[in-house]
């Protein structure tokens, strides 16, 4: 597994949810551009092999995701990082199991807390629904 090396913030764009996944039981986590907005990040040393596999799980061969670089502004300075986009539409609410996950990765990962409360207070389905 690649480690953690850094985090930060994607200035420009903002968290959201699109599309459904069965899977997820909702809405499926992306970014969209919003001048007003910025997204927490983590950042990843990736091997390539690592990189191969995160390719083939975010669903890249079959268009569910674009890869896109974007800068990340970090405490040690700007960072060129890859970011997956959902290829569906905006909208759409996701499940609670996965809200939290985002939730508690943001909060792992060092996010603010109002940051991570935003997450858990976002709009989602209820387990079953």
């Not at 970014?31 to 995160?54: A, G, I, K, Q, W």
């Not at 970090?74 to 970011?83: M, Q, V």
Request: hydrophobic content about 40%; some cysteine.
């Amino acid at each position: 597994m690649s480690p953690a090396v850094s985090s930060g913030w994607v200035d420009g764009w903002r968290l959201t949810f699109g599309g459904e996944s069965v899977g997820w039981e909702g809405a499926l986590a992306t970014v969209v551009e919003d001048p007003f907005s910025r997204v927490f990040v983590m950042l990843y040393e990736m091997t390539h092999e690592d990189e191969h596999n995160l390719d083939e799980w975010e669903g890249g061969d079959l268009g569910l995701y674009n890869k896109i670089r974007l800068r990340v502004q970090t405490l040690d300075g700007d960072s060129l990082a890859w970011l997956y986009v959902l290829n569906d539409y905006e909208g759409g609410l996701p499940g609670a199991h996965y809200l939290e996950v985002i939730a508690e990765a943001a909060e792992a990962a060092g996010a603010p807390d109002d940051y991570v409360a935003w997450i858990r207070n976002h709009e989602c389905k209820a387990l079953g629904d």
